[in-house]
């Protein structure tokens, strides 16, 4: 009887163990770049803005994922859970960058948000980035805009170009 | 287990909605650049319906950009932001092009 009995100290390892791999895993986010094109770079004499940074996400979830690792347990519970998701996978065909969000529209608001950060329009530099960042089962997609906002001040003439 | 179990669960059931997936989002250049009140917002959409891989439409880019330009046939259309997304199905898909923009009006 005493010998089935888990050590209190023993369920307590256990557990930091479990939280500590949970932890870790979720630390092992690895960022990927799908796409990158920057624009026209003004980068004449007297020229000086404002950098912005516009970041737009939605969570990504692998249904692929959550049935390898449902199969992985090798249980009744974690077979038909990964057939589930087998199943699931089915319906989610086509050409993925990343894995598949349940919306959209998250990155809809772009020109929105480029005018927030630079309400009079002489924005330069633009660079427009896709890349996701990737924890078990669940990702991050991201779409990320980074830009300079010029002073309303006239840029200084050179080589005859002006503003 | 059962937390890994109930956590797996809980992320089947997320997956069970209309899936989308975006490639790409891209931004022009703001030139000549001008306030949002100084011009008017354009958008175009089209959608290319694709069944194991066979499509008819493959003229869809092109059309976003020709209803664009029809959005403003005299004006110059600036901060043109054109995202590129696939609605993923059931052994079909939908792949997506959508082009927002500022059309400034000529002066004068």
């Known amino acids: ?11 307590h390892h256990m557990t930091r163990f479990h939280c500590l791999f949970i932890a870790l895993a979720f630390m092992s986010g690895c960022a990927s770049l799908h796409h990158a094109q920057l624009g026209q770079i003004d980068n004449r004499q007297g020229r000086s ?45 086509g050409p993925r960058t990343g894995n598949p969000v349940y919306s959209e529209r998250y990155a809809e608001r772009l020109l929105d948000r480029i005018y927030e950060n630079c ?32 002073d309303a001040n006239p840029v200084a003439q050179v080589n005859g170009v002006s503003k | 287990m059962k937390t890994a179990a109930l956590f797996l669960t809980a992320a089947l059931l997320m997956t069970t909605g209309c899936a989308h997936s975006i490639h790409e989002v891209h931004v022009s250049d703001f030139n000549p650049g001008r ?21 008819g439409n493959t003229d869809y880019v092109d059309d976003a950009y020709k209803k664009l330009m029809s959005e403003c046939p005299t004006g110059v259309i600036t901060g043109i932001t054109t995202q590129f997304s696939t609605s993923l199905g059931f052994f079909s898909w939908t792949n997506k092009i959508l082009m927002q923009g500022l059309c400034l009006a000529p002066k004068g």
Request: proline share 4%; glycine share 10%.
């Open chain 2, 35 to 55: 306030s949002l009140k100084d011009g008017r917002r354009v958008k175009a959409s089209t959608e290319q319906f694709v069944v194991l891989g066979f499509t």
């Open chain 1, 119 to 150: 309400p009079s329009g002489q924005v330069t530099d633009l660079m427009s980035i896709r890349e996701d960042r990737k924890y078990p089962v669940i990702s991050g997609e991201i779409v990320k805009v980074t830009g300079l906002c010029l």
């Open chain 1, 49 to 93: 803005g404002k950098p912005f940074v516009i970041l737009m996400s939605e969570t990504g979830v692998s249904a692929e994922e959550i049935g390898q690792i449902a199969r992985v347990t090798n249980s009744r519970a974690g077979n038909a859970l990964g057939d589930a998701a087998a199943i699931i996978a089915l319906f989610q065909m």
């Open chain 1, 1 to 11: 009887m005493l010998a089935t009995r888990v050590h209190p100290l023993k369920h």
